[in-house]
């Protein structure tokens, strides 16, 4: 059997450094076992696992928080496509990591289609 897999990078603008530090420290806690979570964060994780997504690290970059997404198959990286493309991986799982910043939130549509097209050009061929 053929396992496709990848990282896929994505970088989200913030209004401001202080809410792109905030960001980024939540989403490394997540990684964290032994920090409490809510209901709702334990939830979202558990239905990105079962579509075969991961969030693996976060890095602060000024403003913007660099976040790399471990996507398990094939699948999974459409799934991604398809939370970016409706506006759920803004709305839903950054708003859920840190409320009441999503409208706040942009994720660069072209560069994010270029890093998920390149990679399915790459393992497709």
Known sequence: MFSL???IKIQVQTRD???AGSMDTKLNDLRDRT???SHETDKLLVKLKIEGIDI????????????WI???????????QNL???NQLR????????PSVSKDINIDSNQ????????LRKHLS
């Open 84 to 86: 970016h493309e409706s």
């Open 17 to 19: 450094a202080k809410c």
């Open 112 to 119: 994010f289609k270029k890093t998920v097209g390149k990679f």
């Open 5 to 7: 897999l990848g990282v």
């Open 56 to 67: 693996l690290n976060s890095q602060l970059n000024g403003q913007s928080v660099v976040v």
């Open 35 to 37: 920090k409490p979570r």
């Open 91 to 98: 709305d839903e799982c950054f708003e859920n990591i840190q």
């Open 70 to 80: 471990w996507c398990h198959s094939q699948k999974a990286i459409e799934n991604l």
